[in-house]
């Protein structure tokens, strides 16, 4: 019964920021990792920005230096802060979370429903 909850997502013009939110819930033993993904029209999903239990991130080339990943681990909740967004940023962008049930059940995933970013003048 994990859910993840998307928000944030909408108009903004180049040059702009918006910050999205995920926030998991249900039945998580543990994180292992969570990230962002996006997908364009005609596009294959990619991987936008990701971060591990450990605290490890990494993000897409296209992003560096202009997004931002955090997580607040008490709330299972995890950001993304886009800034100098541009009109190639345009997607739905997808929350991941992979999660483990207990301690035999591990590796769980669970996406989001999608929350549509628009960049555009």
């Known amino acids: 019964q994990v859910q993840l909850v998307e928000s944030g997502g909408g108009l903004v013009q180049p040059g702009g920021s918006l910050r999205l939110s995920c926030a998991a819930s249900g039945r998580i033993f543990s994180i292992n990792a969570m990230g962002w993904y996006r997908q364009a029209p005609g596009r294959e999903r990619e991987l936008v920005a990701a971060s591990t239990r450990g605290g490890n991130k990494n993000y897409a080339d296209s992003v560096k230096g202009r997004f931002t990943i955090s997580r607040d681990n008490a709330k299972n909740t995890v950001y993304l802060q886009m800034n100098s967004l541009k009109p190639e940023d345009t997607a739905v962008y997808y929350c991941?979370?992979?999660?483990?049930?207990?301690?035999?059940?591990?590796?769980?995933?669970?996406w989001g429903q999608g929350t549509l970013v628009t960049v555009s003048s």
């Open positions: 991941n979370v992979d999660y483990n049930l207990s301690r035999w059940t591990r590796h769980l995933e669970v």
